[in-house]
């Protein structure tokens, strides 16, 4: 199964932007960049994906490498309700599930 | 729309006992499936149904088992309980099955703690 490698943490202030790296240096052709947020006491909530262009909503953008062996989910004006653990997940033909790494921990700081 | 609904939210069973949680897809997702949370593991996948049809199965003993219904409605069962079964289980729904280009829809979970 292809693999994410993300930061364990990180901490942004209130209002400000964040950029949460995701490297995927195996990713295949058919592979989608999933991106879930889990609250706490919640389960995990989509927030965007993309295959090979960027991507935006109105939750995030997703900026993917040229070479799509990584990518950045952009939280454009962070809030405290942003602070998560943040999962990117390969989705492709070669499993019908989504595998969940460790993801990052987000905080968001007043 | 209603979101994807589970029962129940929180269970306490002990050892050796069996255990049926239930899990309701959004209106008209075909698709379920069921994730195993701990703190040492993180999120497993366990199964997946589509049109009552077991699609897809994560490396879990044959004591955990699933089904759907023709609702698309889904429970999930554990037979002969372990301590280490103990965990947030969370059900998904989506539209399609194998959903790469779609988003799944989760629940709030089943809190299973056995004693």
């Known amino acids: 199964d292809a693999k994410t490698t993300q930061p364990n943490s990180m901490e942004s202030n209130e209002e400000e932007p964040v950029h949460l790296p995701c490297n995927h240096s195996?990713?295949?052709?058919?592979?989608?960049i999933h991106w879930y947020r889990q609250l706490p006491s919640q389960g995990p909530e989509y927030v965007i994906h993309g295959l090979t262009s960027n991507v935006n909503n109105r939750m995030a953008s997703l900026a993917i490498a040229e070479d799509r062996k990584s990518s950045t989910l952009i939280l454009h004006r962070a809030t405290l309700r942003d602070a998560a653990v943040y999962y990117c997940?390969?989705?492709?033909?070669?499993?019908?599930?989504?595998?969940f790494g460790k993801g990052t921990k987000l905080s968001v700081k007043p | 729309k209603a979101g994807v609904t589970q029962t129940p939210r929180y269970l306490i069973k002990t050892r050796g006992q069996q255990v049926t949680l239930s899990c309701s897809p959004i209106s008209g997702h075909r698709s379920v499936s069921w994730y195993q949370q701990t703190p040492g593991q993180g999120l497993q996948f366990l199964f997946e149904?589509?049109?009552?049809?077991?699609?897809n199965k994560g490396n879990f003993p044959g004591r955990f088992s699933g089904r759907q219904f023709s609702n698309s409605r889904s429970e999930m069962n554990v037979s002969t309980l372990e301590l280490g079964d103990s965990a947030l289980y969370l059900c998904?729904?989506?539209?399609?099955?194998?959903?790469?280009?779609?988003?799944?829809?989760f629940g709030q979970g089943t809190r299973l703690t056995v004693v």
């Open positions: 149904y589509f049109s009552e049809t077991q699609r």
């Open positions: 997940i390969l989705y492709g033909g070669s499993q019908g599930n989504l595998i």
């Open positions: 195996t990713i295949s052709g058919t592979d989608y």
């Open positions: 998904a729904s989506s539209l399609q099955p194998g959903g790469m280009n779609t988003e799944a829809f």
